[in-house]
């Protein structure tokens, strides 16, 4: 297989590619370049983007893999002018969203490019025009729908006879993670896309995306059938983006406020918000600030949302409040900062999220606001959602895999990111631009096992699961609490009761966590009589695997001598409310505001 990898540490958006002679000496070298400054009047390359375009133009079938916002679309639309190479006639361009190709093909046509698109909505004048000028062979790009593709036979047949006439020159599959029922936005549609290959072997197919690790890339491959695919990636950091993960507490709003007043005034910014509610809570409350920002989310009218989005993307507006429905595709360079307000449920999706700021390679800043208590709300919602199991179980896993980053206050942001597209980063190269690298001081970390507190966590869980009893309970339990309601039950008698007795509190919890990212505990959700919703806490199915010895469990922790006074502190804390301990609520727990810890997936098998 011919994989061509750059150095992982290439960087994405230094800005123009210097070109590489042996990439120049192409008979369409000339014309690429004329195009390219003529049409697009752009200055150079992009870093992977010439090569790609070559490729692709000599016939090959070609694999994109390039951060949001990293120039892809450029790898296929400069193709579709040039004339001298290997192909010729119509590109064919599958995209995953309407307005995503309406963007594009504006663009396109903005620059005199005769592209178009047909998909389910226009009016049959419209479609009629564009199968007219498609079949005349005339049109250098289409962008179709997937779903198109597999219910309307005018178009296969339009395709097909492209293809007869010699005059369907390439087939781009766009967004092409969504092919992957591995990947975090997988289109049953997308799956059909093997069908270009089978009926039409000779045609060149390119396929791009910004997000897909070793394992979505072979799904890629195979259904759509590439062979020997020239593959080009690079690495996937960001470097002028700043992570942070902060803790969610009461002072959000006036955190978000004093970042857009004081630290990014007239500047650009996009807030995350899980659902629609709460982008427009969340909108208001801002409002009420005096702050430009409105809400954004699939329940609005196309047309409001496309007021919304030319209002921010001129300045009017100077942030979002929206759900991920907001920024596929969307092209600003300008975006300063990127908020989740809540935490994302992929850690893909927080790379694409927070991949659109920045473009411009000025630094921005990207704000992660973690509260577990909404990764447990979360979590119950995958459960209630109508769909399978195992949907709901790669979902669930996604969702840890991001509570892990959140916690995981040692290692460098980027390194932990990269390390989910299976690329090695050293920390070194993150010049302290993440939270965790600026205030890490490994010195005053040490790795601790704590093997033997998980299996007395454990322990304590499976004795009172039956019951249905809460995780903050259990840590009541298991902290040796002296509550009516432990007493009066009994459970001050189970095995394991008053284990973590001289442990922090701060660190039960975030062991108790860790022990749910592991799955050797896990929550579920329930519907009490009263009508609200509660999660308990279960063993999981790695339960029996930590009591064995099997698995073990190691975390770093503050060392001794800088967690003296804490200690001290904070025990005179817990002894001034011993009394009403179990009268806190789970979500009081989850704000409480915790000294910087660690957690590090270390579970050793
Ligand atoms: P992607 O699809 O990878 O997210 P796009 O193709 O939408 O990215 O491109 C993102 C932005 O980068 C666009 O504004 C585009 O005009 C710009 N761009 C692409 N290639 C170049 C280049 N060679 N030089 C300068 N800007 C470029
Ligand atoms: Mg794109
Ligand atoms: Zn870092």
């Known amino acids: 297989e011919s994989v061509y990898i750059n150095p992982a540490k290439q960087m994405a958006h230094s800005g123009v590619y210097n070109r590489n002679d042996s990439e120049m000496c192409h008979p369409w070298s000339q014309e690429v370049c004329q195009v390219l400054s003529s049409v697009f009047k752009l200055p150079g390359f992009r870093h992977n983007q010439l090569e790609a375009i070559n490729a692709t133009i000599s016939g090959k079938d070609v694999f994109v893999l390039m951060p949001t916002g990293g120039g892809k679309s450029l790898c296929y639309q400069l193709p579709a002018l040039i004339y001298g190479g290997k192909t010729r006639g119509t590109t064919i361009v599958i995209s995953p969203l309407i307005s995503l190709m309406q963007d594009q093909v504006a663009h396109l046509v903005a620059k005199g490019i005769k592209a178009g698109m047909i998909n ?6 419209e479609r009629k025009n564009m199968y007219r000028l498609l079949n005349s062979g005339n049109l250098s790009l289409l962008y179709i729908s997937p779903e198109m593709l597999n219910t309307s036979g005018q178009l296969k047949n339009s395709i097909s006879r492209l293809h007869k006439n010699g005059l369907l020159a390439r087939i781009v599959i766009d967004e092409a993670h969504c092919v992957s029922s591995w990947g975090h936005d997988f289109r049953p549609d997308y799956k059909e896309l093997g069908v270009f290959r089978r009926e039409y072997p000779d045609v060149p197919m390119i396929a791009l995306t910004a997000t897909a690790n070793d394992r979505v890339q072979l799904d890629v491959k195979h259904n759509l059938g590439l062979v020997d695919p020239a593959f080009f990636k690079q690495s996937f950091n960001r470097p002028n983006l700043l992570y942070e993960v902060k803790e969610k507490g009461r002072d959000i709003l006036n955190e978000i406020r004093d970042l857009m007043r004081i630290k990014y005034p007239g500047k650009s910014g996009i807030i995350y918000c899980h659902s629609k509610m709460s982008c427009e809570q969340t909108a208001q409350k801002l409002q009420k600030f005096g702050l430009r920002v409105t809400h954004y989310h699939a329940g609005m009218t196309p047309e409001e949302r496309m007021d919304v989005q030319a209002k921010w993307q001129e300045g009017t507006l ?7 429905a ?17 935490l994302p449920r992929t850690l893909e999706g927080y790379y694409q999220e927070t991949g659109r700021a920045g473009r411009d390679g000025l630094y921005s800043e990207c704000i992660l606001y973690y509260a577990y208590r909404d990764a447990s709300t979360m979590m119950t919602m995958i459960d209630r959602d109508d769909t399978d199991f195992q949907t709901k179980e790669k ?8 509570v892990q980053y959140c916690e995981n206050k040692t290692d460098c942001r980027r390194l932990q990111v990269l390390r989910y597209f299976n690329e090695a980063f050293e920390s070194e190269d993150c010049h302290k631009a993440c939270d965790n690298c600026r205030t890490s001081n490994s010195a005053d970390y040490e790795e601790r096992d704590v093997t033997d507190v998980a299996k007395n966590i454990i322990c304590v869980v499976r004795q009172l ?8 309970y259990c840590i009541d339990v298991f902290r040796g609490a002296k509550t009516n309601k432990v007493q009066s039950a009994g459970h001050d008698s189970v095995e394991g009761y008053g284990a973590g007795r001289g442990l922090d509190r701060t660190d039960i919890e975030r062991i108790f966590h860790h022990l749910v990212t592991e799955d050797a505990l896990k929550e579920m959700s329930s519907v009490n009589r009263a009508g609200f919703a509660s999660s308990y806490l279960k063993t999981g199915g790695q339960a029996s695997a930590f009591l064995s010895g099997y698995k073990r469990l190691s975390m770093p922790f503050p060392k001794k001598s800088s967690r003296a006074r804490s200690t001290a502190k904070a025990a005179t804390v817990s002894r001034a409310r011993a009394s009403n301990d179990t009268a806190i609520s789970s979500s009081n727990v989850a704000q409480r505001k915790s000294t910087t810890r660690a957690t590090k997936s270390a579970a050793k098998t």
């Open 120 to 125: 389910s909505r226009g009016d049959t004048e």
């Open 318 to 324: 100077q942030a979002i409040c929206a759900t991920i």
């Open 326 to 342: 907001f920024g596929m595709g969307i092209d600003k360079a300008n975006v300063r900062f990127v908020v989740h307000y809540t």
């Open 395 to 402: 979902q669930r896993s996604f969702l840890k895999q991001v």
């Open 465 to 472: 699961q039956e019951e249905n009893v809460t995780m903050l």
